[in-house]
């Protein structure tokens, strides 16, 4: 019997990693279903309830994979608590009475070759590096072109004319780069789409709130896990900047500390685990930009987003920048968040117009 | 000039060595007082609602101490060895303080062994800013280092004898700044004291033993500090009679830790305890009541 592959939901990127999976070892990788309220009390239910959310989701995300046959499961690994979910959820699931293998790539620090070349080989013996490293290559290219549409579409989705035009030329793009394995056709794709992208009609006015989303990488990529808030600015007409993508996780944020670290050095003298430094520097990056407010999103109890908390209110403060704190528990009522984020637009809009009335006067 | 060291956090793992160091170099030292709940309301004035209780005690402490003392010592710790890390918050510790806190003095030094920051040279540096050459601190260094090795093996020995013991012995499981913390651990100690138990601490484990009893029951754990609760557990689990496990809440690695102990203790009596914004204890005592006639063999109607 041939194996089944699952590995936990993030956002889009479903596609280049199952593109990867199936490329490289020839297994059949489960469709998965969307995040529904099921998937999160599944996995509450199974899980410590001092944990934090990300946990429960892929907790959830992996009963349903299981029961809908699978045999293999993949996990990563980071700088925070993720690198250690891989052991507690298998014991956990061993002892619910699944059967499986569990993988974890990523269980260091950082991605290694050799580490994932090793663990791709226990499921396809044939498998060549130079293949391997062909595939990541191509995946890495998917990865950062549907970022680069992602980035280029969060910024006018509130504005456009006709609804969904957006998301069809994504969908379109996604569906047709699932089937193209050489890295120049891709590409040709890639350019395709974003010539579409700029013929749709938007109706952008002149000064519109601009708002940039900072946190936690989990609930920054998972549109379910904050109650799709992306969709939410947008029927407000917002403009939307979000730092944290799979792109810049992998190999832009190592290239970026260093720098980070010196422009925020009268804040922070060290890193502050996981992102805490990278979302105070964004403070300071948004502030320098000009947009009007920060919204800060992190699931409850994530332990380096409370440690940079009072330093990015802080920076906040001295740069006079409104901020809001959201936090996401598995608890899935929307009019909580629905309430605070109408309240913190007025409060942007307010800020805004008094703004420019007292330069007008002048 | 003096230096203060607030009795929270780090202070349980390190204060026989920045004692010992300090006495080296002719330095005055100053501890704040044992917790009180004062610490923890001015502490809570200070810190963010979600930080953990461990972390609000602690700022609570630094709030008391501001005033008596010139520096206050601050560790910033990433990781102890090359593969593992330590929790989040002490990566921050320094950067939280001084953000909360913004005129006071801090001496602090970095222990990163994964960026090559030992920390013999953390120490040095300290030497270096209170006005000491390299070559003073290093000795008053490696003379602390002995004096920190004699007290781990003095605690070792102390848990040999009370494994020796006829009472019931109890292992209490839980970071060394909740257990001897005078909120948090004290409460509870007294109480199993009063009831003529014997007490091992999860401290007390013999140092070169950690690697091989955690494995036994987490081979991929990350948390240096964590792994020395989960070999205890290993190590003194067939030993005693129960375990109680003391945790702050929200603790990041603790939640996940905890769990794997729960899941392999197998039919090992355990009882896990989390500790919130504390003013009362009665809460707490009637567990521990309930869970000492257990281990008597329960109430048998």
Redesign the interface.
């Known amino acids: 019997m041939k194996q089944l592959v699952a590995f936990p939901q993030l956002g889009n990127y479903f596609n280049p990693i199952r593109k990867l999976i199936t490329n490289t070892t020839h297994l059949k990788v489960i469709e998965m279903p969307k995040i529904t309220k099921e998937t999160i009390s599944l996995g509450s239910k199974n899980?410590?309830d001092?944990?934090?959310v990300p946990?429960k989701y892929n907790l959830g995300n992996f009963i349903e994979a299981l029961n809908k046959g699978a045999t293999v499961l993949f996990q990563a690994g980071g700088?925070?608590?993720y690198?250690?979910?891989?052991?507690?959820q298998e014991?956990?699931l061993k002892?619910l009475g699944y059967n499986f293998t569990m993988y974890?790539i990523m269980?260091?620090?950082h991605l290694r070759f050799n580490e994932l070349y090793s663990t791709m080989l226990k499921l396809n013996p044939y498998l060549t590096r130079r293949k391997l490293i062909k595939e990541i290559i191509s995946t890495l290219i998917y990865i950062y072109y549907l970022d680069n549409i992602d980035i280029y579409i969060r910024k006018r989705v509130g504005f456009e004319k006709n609804k969904d035009s957006f998301k069809k030329i994504k969908d379109n793009f996604i569906k047709k780069a699932n089937k193209e394995n050489s890295i120049i056709k891709l590409t040709r794709l890639y350019h395709k789409a974003k010539k579409e992208l700029r013929k749709v009609e938007i109706n952008k006015p002149k000064d519109t709130l601009k708002v940039g989303i900072i946190g936690e990488l989990y609930t920054a990529m998972e549109p379910f896990a904050t109650y799709e808030l992306e969709k939410l600015l947008a029927s407000y007409n917002i403009e939307i900047k979000r730092f944290t993508n799979l792109s810049y996780l992998l190999w832009q944020k190592k290239l970026m500390t260093w720098f980070m670290k010196f422009k925020v050095r009268k804040?922070?003298?060290?890193?502050?685990?996981?992102d805490?430094l990278d979302n105070v520097y964004r403070v300071y990056w948004l502030k320098k930009h000009k947009y009007d407010g920060i919204i800060h999103t992190k699931p409850?109890?994530c332990?380096?987003e409370?440690?940079?908390?009072?330093?990015i209110?802080?920076i906040a403060k001295d740069n006079n920048m409104p901020i809001i704190f959201l936090?996401f528990d598995e608890q899935t009522g929307v009019e909580g968040l629905n309430t605070r984020i109408e309240a913190f637009y007025d409060l942007l809009k307010i800020k805004k117009e008094e703004e420019n009335g007292s330069k007008s006067r002048n | 000039m003096k230096i203060g060291l607030p009795k929270a956090l780090l202070y349980y793992h390190y204060a026989p060595l920045w004692k010992a160091f300090f006495n080296e170099l002719n330095v005055k030292v100053i501890e704040s007082d044992n917790t009180t709940l004062k610490t923890l309301i001015l502490g809570k004035e200070k810190s963010i609602d979600e930080s953990c209780l461990a972390l609000k005690i602690y700022l609570g402490h630094i709030e008391e101490l501001k005033d008596k003392c010139d520096y206050i010592l601050i560790p910033r710790i990433y990781s102890l060895t090359k593969s593992e890390q330590v929790c989040t918050n002490f990566n921050a510790l320094y950067d939280i303080v001084r953000n909360t806190f913004p005129d006071i003095k801090i001496l602090n030094y970095n222990i990163d062994i994964k960026h090559h920051h030992s920390e013999k040279s953390g120490f040095i540096k300290i030497g270096k800013e209170l006005g000491f050459s390299i070559i003073e601190s290093l000795e008053a260094y490696n003379k602390a280092k002995e004096i920190e090795k004699d007290y781990y093996k003095n605690e070792e020995k102390k848990a040999k004898e009370e494994l020796r013991s006829n009472k019931t012995k109890i292992l209490l499981l839980g970071h060394p700044y909740i257990l001897n913390d005078n909120l948090i651990g004290k409460n509870i100690t007294n109480y199993l004291e009063k009831n003529n138990i014997s007490i091992i601490y999860s401290y007390q484990i013999p140092r070169d033993l950690i690697d091989f009893n955690c494995s036994k029951i987490s081979t991929k754990i990350h948390f240096t500090m964590n792994k020395e609760l989960l070999s205890a557990f290993n190590y003194f689990k067939d030993k005693v009679d129960g375990t109680i496990i003391l945790t702050a809440f929200p603790c990041g690695p603790d939640s996940l830790s905890n769990e794997m102990i729960i899941r392999k203790r197998k039919k090992h009596p355990t009882i896990s305890l989390t500790f919130e914004d504390l003013t009362n204890n009665t809460a707490v005592i009637t567990r521990l009541e309930s869970f000492l006639d257990m281990l008597k063999g329960g109430i048998h109607l």
């Open positions: 899980s410590p001092t944990v934090c946990f700088g925070c608590r690198r250690y979910y891989a052991e507690v014991t956990i002892d974890q269980e260091k620090d804040y922070c003298k060290y890193t502050l685990g996981a805490g409850t109890g332990t380096p409370i440690g940079a908390m009072p330093i209110m802080n936090s």
